[in-house]
Each structure stands twice: as C-alpha cells, then as structure tokens.
C-alpha cells in the first residue's frame, strides 16, 4: 500500500492551493481517507477525511467552510484549501484506515508530507 501526498508550495495569506493524495495497493473504496497537518512544534492533526461508500465527509472546526475534501475514485483524493491563513501553514500527510479517528497515531497508512507555507 501506498499514499502519495503533493501539491504544497508557498502562498499568500487568502490565497488557495489544491493538494492531492495518489493511492495504490489495494481499493479503498470503504476507506476512511483523511488529511492531517503538522506544524513545527506541535502535534499532528486532523484536518479532513471523505468516505467514499458511505458518502461522509468531516472536517476539523478550524478549516470548515474553508477547505474541501473530495476525489475524483476511491484512490484519488484532493483537498482544496482556500482563504488560508499563516496559521495553516504545516506539513499536509494524507492517510487512510477503514475507520475514522480523530487522533492520527490510530490510522494504519500515511502517505509522506508535503509542506504549506502560507506567508502574511
């Protein structure tokens, strides 16, 4: 199995990025997929997750409204962050589990990080 995050890069405070997350090994269709952050300093995060057979998606208070988690299959997964702010700015990883955790050290596969850095 294998999770592949890219699309971080530098950007303005309000400005937008689109991150994607390739997946392969297996079919995640009844996966939990979800995306977590880590900023210097602090501990991982949840940021969103999508499933795709039960049709849910859940996002952490501080991006609701901001950020939105989709795919185009079960195995493609994308998050869309707009208005961001310097306090978004974190390594992104994306991860999946056939359940849902809020607390990132229960999910089974991480993809590697990729860094946004989201400049006042």
């Known amino acids: 199995v294998q999770l592949q995050a890219f699309g971080g890069g530098l950007v303005q405070a309000g400005g937008s990025l689109r991150l994607s997350c390739a997946a392969s090994?297996?079919?995640?269709?009844?996966?939990?997929m979800g995306w977590f952050r880590q900023a210097p300093g602090k501990e991982r995060e949840f940021v969103a997750t999508i499933n795709w057979s039960a049709s849910t998606t859940i996002y952490a208070d501080s991006v609701r409204g901001r950020f939105t988690i989709s795919g185009n299959n079960a195995n493609t997964m994308y998050l869309q962050m707009n208005s961001l702010k310097p306090e978004d700015t974190a390594v992104y990883y994306c991860a999946a589990d056939p359940n849902y955790y809020l607390r990132s050290d229960r999910w089974n596969y991480w993809g590697q990080g990729t860094l946004v850095t989201v400049s006042s």
């Open positions: 090994g297996r079919t995640f269709s009844r996966y939990y």
